[in-house]
């Protein structure tokens, strides 16, 4: 009998704050890979981003923790980590990905050979499996087709890791009505060559849910209730964490990965 292989899904994001539609990625992404055949969905793990991002609007890493994990009380299989958001500086989603696959393998007793790349095993040789584990587990990135399209945006990603997230990884991305990822699939060298490893998955329930358009009501005064967890909601008010004056935080700041990236391809002047 064939055995599934084992999977784990990872968001990383602002979650700020976290969302029904959220949520609703891992759920849609789960039905996928179960309907496939070939995998078994054990685990779904958020990751909100450092707070150095440099985004606007970016709240408190604490704060996005507390209402992700009050969201996800109810969940069996997604949890919230907080590795990302403890590190001193904002790190590429890449070395995300390499941090909870190593953390999956512990998991797994399966040990890297030393000098191994950090990406998954499948293509080395030099794996040691400690137990009756004859599947290496898998993680691939779980995002909204607008992040898809971002690897298109200028500095904003480096090559090389675009290649090692698509060719070592792997990406479900979950489309809205109106966003077609298969074009910038076919728009891209790197997407186009490895898009057997890119999971397109529909949503079937029309969902506009945002978290921008949240903020912005919660800072008119409307409601928000039904578009976000109540326990969520009874958060933000006892915090008080969504208001004109954190909208306007990093307002004119640059994200960190444009702000590192441009200054990394930036010929000097003579």
């Known amino acids: 009998m064939r055995r599934l292989i084992p999977l784990t899904l990872l ?11 959220h949520m609703r990625l891992f759920e ?47 969940s069996e299989w997604i949890k919230v980590d907080s590795w990302e958001s403890e590190q001193e500086q904002w790190s590429e989603t890449v070395e995300v990905l ?3 696959y190593k953390e999956l393998l512990k998991s797994h007793h399966i040990s890297e050979q030393p000098g191994e790349n950090n990406g998954p095993l499948e293509k080395s040789a030099g794996a040691s499996v400690t137990s009756s584990c004859t599947v290496i587990p898998e993680i691939k990135l779980l995002c909204g087709a ?11 990603w480096k090559e090389e890791h675009i290649l090692e997230i698509v060719e070592e990884f792997g990406v479900v991305c979950i489309s809205r009505a109106g966003s077609d990822p298969s074009q910038c699939i076919s ?15 529909r949503e079937w329930i029309p969902n506009e849910i945002s978290a921008t358009s ?4 919660i800072c008119k005064g409307q409601s928000v209730k039904y578009l976000i967890p109540d326990s969520v909601i009874s958060y933000i008010k006892q915090h008080n964490i969504y208001t004109e ?19 990394l391809f930036t010929p000097p002047k003579n």
């Open 11 to 21: 968001a990383c994001g602002s979650f700020n704050p976290i969302t029904n539609m």
């Open 28 to 74: 849609l992404a789960r039905d996928h890979f179960h309907q496939t055949g070939k995998y078994q969905v054990r685990g779904g793990i958020i990751s909100p981003v450092n707070d150095n991002y440099g985004k606007q609007g970016l709240v408190a890493a604490k704060h996005r923790i507390a209402m992700a994990r009050l969201a996800l009380e109810t």
């Open 98 to 100: 390499r941090h909870h």
């Open 146 to 156: 607008d992040v898809l399209k971002t690897f298109q945006t200028p500095n904003l």
């Open 187 to 201: 728009q891209s060298k790197i997407l186009s060559k490895y898009q057997h490893n890119i999971h397109l998955v």
């Open 214 to 217: 949240i903020r912005r009501a």
């Open 245 to 263: 004056e954190t909208e306007r935080r990093n307002k004119h700041s640059m994200l960190q990965p444009l702000k590192c990236n441009t200054a």
